[in-house]
């Protein structure tokens, strides 16, 4: 059973940077990616960007790409995520998201992530 626990969040101006953590404990696959997703009231969860091992390739949604940066330490089963030019669309609950053995055609699916964090408001006012 993996366990995330989530850091980071809070409430920014337009144009501001925030910076999201996430630590997993549990992990028993070399094969593992974690990430985040958010979810803005009255919609559905969204990808945001995910770092997937061994290799420490990483994935971003248009929406994001540019902007966010997604790190990580495999050693640590951890990552990071930089969120700089913070949009009032950036507004939402972060959700740190773990798989193990993931499907790389699938990657972008929250459906195929086992394990979630309990989430961050991440709020940007303009």
């Known amino acids: 059973q993996v366990t995330l626990v989530e850091s980071g969040g809070g409430t920014v101006q337009v144009g501001g940077s925030l910076r999201l953590s996430c630590a997993a404990s549990?992990?028993?696959?070399?094969?593992?990616?974690m990430g985040w997703f958010r979810q803005a009231p009255g919609k559905e969860r969204e990808f945001v960007a995910v770092?997937?091992?061994?290799?420490?390739?990483?994935y971003y949604s248009d929406s994001v790409k540019g902007r966010f940066t997604i790190s990580g330490d495999n050693a640590k089963n951890a990552a990071s995520l930089q969120m700089n030019s913070l949009k009032p669309e950036d507004t939402a609950r972060y959700y740190c998201?773990?798989?193990?053995?993931?499907?790389?055609?699938?990657?972008?699916?929250?459906?195929?992530?086992?394990?979630w964090g309990q989430g961050t408001q991440v709020t940007v006012s303009s």
């Open positions: 998201a773990a798989d193990q053995g993931s499907i790389l055609s699938t990657i972008r699916d929250a459906r195929t992530y086992d394990y």
């Open positions: 770092i997937r091992w061994p290799g420490s390739n990483v």
């Open positions: 549990g992990r028993t696959n070399s094969r593992f990616v």
